[in-house]
């Protein structure tokens, strides 16, 4: 079974550009999770997908927006990127939404400059 | 405010030098304990589920065992492909099960 799939891998923008990621979660799973990775703050939760409806949100500004199709593949999209948008965007699927089980992807690098 | 700490932040072993990680969390009420393990420019590689004290779960040199305030992942004569950093988070009951997580104990085990 393939695993998740994020794409770009690797993104660079500049400060003010908008940036949008995709994620394709496992085949019959039906919750994406968003998280952003940092060496300052780990991992934190953005949001949560499912069945088409954002189903939780983390503390994050409104910059950070997602959306999920009907064939559960997520985009995440920030606007007016800042400085501190650099990180690493990680997906992760799971078969219901809370799962217990998630399984990431490889994550997209963003670096903003 | 729930909280999830990881120690320590770093650890060095030795080929065969068995050992243990700690993940003590405060929470209002623990729906499940995670253990990730990720490898440098990856994501999170999901290890074991722990959902209530006293249980523990098994996975080759590795042992996560449960208490009502910690978790401790033993790796047992670890071997160079050990070296990750280990990743635990919690999901309160109750609540809107987002996860909450570690900073990580980057663990490397030398030939």
């Known amino acids: 079974k393939a695993g998740v799939t994020q794409t770009p891998r690797y993104l660079i923008k500049t400060r003010g550009q908008q940036v949008t990621l995709s994620c394709s979660p496992i085949s019959g799973h039906r919750s994406v999770s968003w998280y952003q990775q940092t060496p300052g703050q780990g991992l934190q939760f953005l949001f949560e997908?499912?069945?088409?409806?954002?189903?939780n949100k983390g503390n994050f500004p409104g910059r950070f927006s997602g959306r999920q199709f009907s064939n559960s593949r997520s985009e995440m999209n920030v606007s007016t990127l800042e400085l501190g948008d650099s990180a690493l965007y990680l997906c992760a699927s799971s078969l219901v939404a809370g799962g217990h089980e998630q399984y990431f992807g490889p994550g997209t690098r963003l670096t903003v400059t | 405010e729930d909280q999830v700490t990881q120690s320590p932040e770093a650890l060095r072993l030795q080929e065969g030098e068995s050992s243990s990680l700690n993940c003590s969390y405060t929470v209002s009420g623990l729906r499940g304990l995670f253990w990730y393990r990720q490898d440098p420019g990856k994501g999170p590689e999901f290890l074991f589920t722990l959902y209530s004290a006293g249980e523990e779960k098994e996975k080759e040199r590795l042992k996560a065992t449960l208490t009502k305030k910690e978790s401790f992942l033993h790796i047992t004569a670890p071997k160079p492909e050990d070296s990750a950093t280990y990743l635990c988070a919690v999901q309160v009951s109750g609540g809107s099960y987002i996860p909450t997580f570690g900073r990580g104990t980057s663990l490397i085990v030398h030939p």
């Open positions: 997908y499912f069945s088409e409806t954002q189903r």
